[in-house]
């Protein structure tokens, strides 16, 4: 008897336990402070320069300086850029220009090196980082002008088929950052570029204004052949993941394909801005508040003051369904608008499986969870030193590089995937879920939760970073000795902006991905996330915090009673601060929902409306023939131009007596059908 009320009584006082910890998990998040956090496209203009460059490649920047250097003369104002006249400046530009023409590799490198330190804003003669940014605009401007831009655009293309730098990194052991010079070169160039034109200055003129609005459309023309910049960009991803291409550096890659999305497309306020159009032109309201608003200060929306305020909202919408109803045949579809986001699309449209995959592997490398294996991707091959460091401090030097180095990987791509979601899913619902599935179909989902498996609070506060050594302040004025205690030292900040950025951007993705979707919320359930997503909660960041308990909220009914009523104070957090919805029983609903068969059918029936949406848009000349609609009516088919070849000219008699004069046709029978 006392042993069955022993057994009895063990599930009670494990229940009782689980609640105890679950409480004071609880209150360990409380006692984590609150991090002011700003959410925006980017971090500053400093930092995202400061991220192109790795500590190890600090000593190049005395080596493009020193090619300037030698090349330019002008001795009426002591071969002084910045007090060159604007003429002068333009001449020795065409010149550079001319010189990247050359068969001679070296010269083309001096002028790769010199272009370079141009747009690099001269810093040998700058002594504040203001007056280094304003001679920055000024030369990328100049450059621009004088069609730089494309000219390295075709650089980059050119080298990206160069079979035989790929060769000899493939046979070596070790690639390392000497093996991608002229690449980084080449990147560096093309980001600068990317970077001043997204962050203007206050004083812009109205030339430099029309120079931003013609660089966004190069952006998405196509400047080499028949591919966009974005595609190039695309493509040496997946050469790099297949491994015919191990020097890639990827970094720069990732970074340039992110910013050049980001300008071309539009951020935050652009997208905001086009979903107002997108509705004013369907005769719906603009947008009540700012989607980032309602993040940074957590207001639950408020429900309809009456019944009939709900009615009235309801009738708008009943109407349009009779509407449809009266008509149902849908009205074919208009032409397709040549936005910036459509051109893109249409790019990457054929390869865009290929590019998930490959993303989603760097990112998987770049994991801090993930082990490194004999088959993974080597993603630091543009990040070690030739030579391995010899010396404490260098060590300590380079491990600090790699770490922020995989950091910086992992901001690009989350930016990048959350970029082309939000505006694919503005433009075209089956664009995004297209890229939806087949981010699924490579394993994002749990990648992402993989991602988020380890202790998130010290990823975010994680100081991968040696101040003293980020450009553009490591290049003016007079720089301090680098010793253990700079090293250790880093900024102020409580927290590590690109890595809760890159927190937030995995999180928004995981959501857009699972968003009213049964089967992928069930992957949710089934890969464990819950407690891996309430351990992200200790993170105190209003933006954060928020898209981790809309994740918690949409499989709540899935996880059962019994999680529910031990997990009550991250309930009332969901009702406290995620948005409800009137038909969504989250809280309450039946596990006998989660049918795995319909949701297979439904992603099956998803798939196979995405394929008819791509095939009639964008294919439409590739269906079978046999079904093709047939002309059967005499006089226009009698009256169509055909143009006949030379050949069939010349045997034209022949023709008419094999096969009209020797076949017995009965004329009066083909008139009158």
């Keep these: 008897m006392e042993a069955g009320s022993k057994k009895e009584g063990l599930p009670k006082l494990r229940d009782i336990l689980r609640r105890q910890r679950d409480d004071s998990l609880s209150e360990s998040m409380t006692e984590c402070p609150d991090i002011e956090f700003l959410y925006e496209d980017a971090d500053t203009y400093n930092a995202e320069l400061a991220e192109l460059f790795s500590y190890t490649e600090d000593s190049e920047f005395e080596l493009s300086k020193k090619k300037f250097e030698d090349g330019f003369v002008n001795k009426d104002c002591e071969n002084k850029w910045t007090k060159s006249s604007e003429s002068v400046q333009r001449k020795h530009i065409v010149f550079l220009q001319n010189e990247l023409e050359v068969v001679d590799k070296e010269r083309r490198l001096n002028a790769m090196w010199s272009l370079l330190y141009l747009v690099q804003g001269v810093y040998g003669e700058c002594i504040s980082e203001e007056e280094h940014r304003d001679w920055t605009h000024r030369n990328v401007h100049l450059l621009y002008e004088q069609g730089l831009f494309t000219s390295f655009v075709e650089l980059l293309s050119m080298e990206t088929e160069n079979t035989a730098a790929a060769s000899i990194a493939i046979r070596k052991m070790a690639v390392s950052v000497i093996d991608s010079s002229d690449l980084r070169l080449i990147l560096s160039v093309l980001y600068i570029m990317v970077e001043v034109m997204r962050s203007p200055l206050d004083t812009e003129s109205d030339e430099q204004r029309h120079n931003r609005s013609m660089f966004m459309e190069d952006l998405v023309t196509p400047l080499v052949g028949d591919e966009i910049l974005p595609v190039i960009l695309f493509s040496m991803i997946t050469k790099f993941c297949s491994g015919s291409a191990p020097h890639f550096p990827m970094k720069k890659v990732l970074l340039l394909l992110w910013k050049v999305v980001l300008v071309s497309v539009g951020g935050l306020r652009e997208l905001q801005k086009k979903k107002n159009e997108v509705r004013e032109k369907y005769g719906l309201p603009p947008l009540p508040e700012d989607t980032y608003e309602v993040c940074k200060n957590m207001r639950a929306s408020s429900p309809p003051t009456s019944a009939a305020d709900l009615i009235e909202q309801q009738m708008p919408r009943r109407a349009f369904r009779e509407e449809i109803a009266k008509n149902p045949f849908s009205k074919p579809e208009t032409d397709v608008a040549n936005s910036p986001v459509e051109i893109l699309f249409q790019a990457i449209l054929p390869n865009l499986p290929q590019y998930m995959i490959a993303l989603l592997k760097i990112l998987l490398a770049a994991a801090p969870t993930s082990k490194t294996k004999t088959d993974s991707i080597n993603i630091l091959s543009d990040v070690l030193p030739e030579v391995m460091p010899l010396t404490v401090l260098q ?144 993170v105190k960041q209003a933006m954060m915090q928020l898209y981790v308990l809309k994740l918690l909220k949409m499989q709540t009914k899935y996880l059962g009673r019994q999680w529910r009523k031990s997990n009550m104070k991250t309930m009332s957090a969901i009702y406290q601060k995620v948005r409800h919805r009137l038909n969504d029983d989250w809280a309450y609903g039946n596990d006998m929902d989660a049918r795995p068969w319909d949701f297979q059918a439904e992603e099956c029936a998803l798939r196979a409306c995405v394929d008819r949406f791509n095939q009639r848009r964008y294919n439409p000349h590739s269906a079978d023939p046999d079904f093709k609609p047939v002309d059967t009516c005499l006089h226009s088919v009698l009256g169509e131009d055909i143009d006949l070849t030379e050949e069939f000219k010349q045997n034209y008699e022949r023709w008419l007596e094999m096969e009209v004069y020797s076949n017995y046709i009965d004329w009066d029978q083909v008139i009158n059908c």
């Design 395 to 538: 060590s300590m030097k380079l491990g600090i590089d790699v770490n922020r180095h995989k950091e910086i990987i992992v901001k690009a791509i989350s930016g990048l995937l959350l970029l082309l979601l939000k505006h694919f899913k503005l433009n075209h619902v089956y664009q995004f879920e297209f890229m939806s599935q087949h981010l699924v179909f490579a394993n994002c989902i749990p990648l992402v939760l993989k991602f988020f498996n380890q202790n998130i609070l010290s990823y975010v506060t994680a100081k991968n970073s040696i101040p003293c050594l980020d450009y553009p302040g490591s290049v003016i004025g007079e720089q301090p000795e680098l010793t253990a205690e700079t090293l250790e030292s880093g900024d102020n900040q409580p927290y590590c902006w690109r890595n809760l950025f890159s927190c937030i951007n995995l999180l928004r993705i995981l959501n857009k991905l699972t968003k009213w979707k049964h089967s992928r919320t069930m992957m949710l359930v089934v890969f464990k996330s819950a407690p891996i997503l309430k351990r992200a909660l200790k």
